[in-house]
């Protein structure tokens, strides 16, 4: 993708080079759009933990390989549930119209719901397919040769800044606290005059909540120019109480993010938001295409958000119980957790590394996330909550698991 005149002018005056702006616009065209849980998995694959798609060639890391139809794959925070039962009438009514580029009929009424439903003005918010190319473009859009991008440790992604820093821009990664939550006072230290302060809330991987106050400790204390942003890929599990859209409606130096993979299992459709000021969404949209969304993804998300009062106690319910199942069998096993919001958790299994433990569930048709995605703790590894059926699945193989012991050194790698 080529970058406006604009973009670029905006980038000189920050101080990235010209090389940095073509490292950025190739990340633009060829990498940034995918960075979402499957593609970081992808790109993290471990040869011993591929967690492959069931019955498909070229899954999440399986390198082409067929899968075993039974393969319980619980690696992407994925929602069995899949889309909702309203979502998936409105794709059927609003097919015959896919030869139209432009939405029409109820496919118009999406930009409106994303932002009446979070008492937001219409301008407050831009749609995007998915949250991972808000995420992407926002390295480049708020950060600089001199404005780091701070984030957890462990946390969701690297930054953006490149593989080896050739987009421009320095990533610095805090630890968490003792409590998992977001150390800010600790991330406000590390760059005063940081770009953007990235915080996952509930955070990815660990699953955990850094409360309001944190939030608003950033705000208090940042550099004047920096933005926080506030990644709520997960937060429907964790109650209204812990969004953050309020400070968007305050016109806050905050961009929220969401997405409707998770709670509303939209995934594959492809379907995010980000929230804030016009001016600040209007800065992440030089870098990078907005809306660009499909009929069928579009019919399905306002369907969705129509349906929230249902649907969100209904799916709440079916994961804690969910959860509960392998909370308990964990328990009884001595197997060790994060306690968790989100539709996912990091476990630890004594005497053994994550990788072990991910190539030992694998041998059993338990595929989780690949262990070194989190090299900060190499004796986690992160289980997404499946289905009832497959939690059930993924107590039996972890009870063998712990029985056995780690694999072989040769198996293991």
Not at 235 to 260: C, E, P, Y
Not at 283 to 290: I, N, R, W
Request: hydrophobic share 40%; aromatic share 8%; glycine share 10%.
């Amino acid at each position: 993708m080529s970058l406006s005149k604009n973009a670029v002018n905006d980038l000189l005056n920050r101080g990235y080079s010209r090389r940095n702006i073509a490292h950025i616009a190739l990340g633009a065209a060829a990498v940034m759009p995918l960075f979402h849980e499957f593609a970081f998995a992808q790109q993290a694959a471990d040869p011993d933990n591929p967690a492959p798609r069931r019955g498909a060639r070229g899954g999440s890391g399986g390198r082409g390989r067929n899968v075993d139809p039974d393969a319980v794959v619980i690696s992407s925070n994925e929602n069995p549930m899949g889309p909702t039962k309203e979502g998936l009438e409105a794709i059927a009514k609003v097919s015959p119209l896919a030869w139209r580029y432009t939405p029409v009929g109820d496919n118009l009424d999406l930009e409106n719901l994303i932002a009446s439903t979070e008492g937001l003005k219409p301008d407050y918010a831009q749609l995007y397919p998915g949250s991972g190319p808000a995420l992407s473009y926002l390295h480049p859009a708020f950060t600089s040769p001199t404005r780091s991008w701070v984030m957890g440790s462990p946390g969701y992604g690297s930054g953006g800044g490149g593989r080896n820093g050739e987009r421009g821009a320095k990533t610095i990664k805090v630890p968490l606290r003792k409590d998992y939550t977001h150390d800010v006072e600790a991330m406000i230290k590390a760059d005063p005059n940081a770009g953007v302060y990235y915080i996952c809330n509930p955070n990815n991987p660990t699953g955990t909540i850094t409360p309001r106050k944190d939030m608003e400790y950033i705000l208090a204390n940042k550099s004047k120019g920096s933005i926080l942003v506030i990644d709520e890929a997960y937060v429907h599990f964790s109650g209204r109480d812990n969004m953050s859209t309020d400070l968007v409606a305050k016109d806050k130096d905050v961009i929220v993010l969401r997405t409707f993979s998770k709670i509303y299992g939209m995934a594959g459709l492809r379907a995010g938001i980000a929230y804030g000021r016009p001016d600040l969404l209007d800065q992440l949209a030089m870098f990078g295409p907005v809306s660009n969304l499909s009929q069928g993804t579009r019919a399905c998300a306002a369907a969705s958000l129509k349906a929230n009062a249902t649907i969100m106690p209904e799916r709440i319910a079916t994961y804690k119980k969910n959860r509960a199942i392998a909370y308990e069998a964990m328990d009884k096993l001595g197997v060790t957790y994060v306690p968790t919001v989100g539709n996912f958790f990091m476990m630890s299994v004594k005497g053994m590394t994550g990788a072990q433990v991910g190539t030992a569930m694998a041998s059993k048709k338990i595929h989780l996330a690949g262990a070194n995605r989190w090299p900060e703790w190499p004796n986690h590894i992160r289980v997404t909550v499946g289905s009832y059926e497959e939690m059930t699945k993924f107590n039996a193989a972890l009870a063998q698991v712990v029985k056995e012991g780690p694999p072989s050194v040769a198996k293991a790698g």
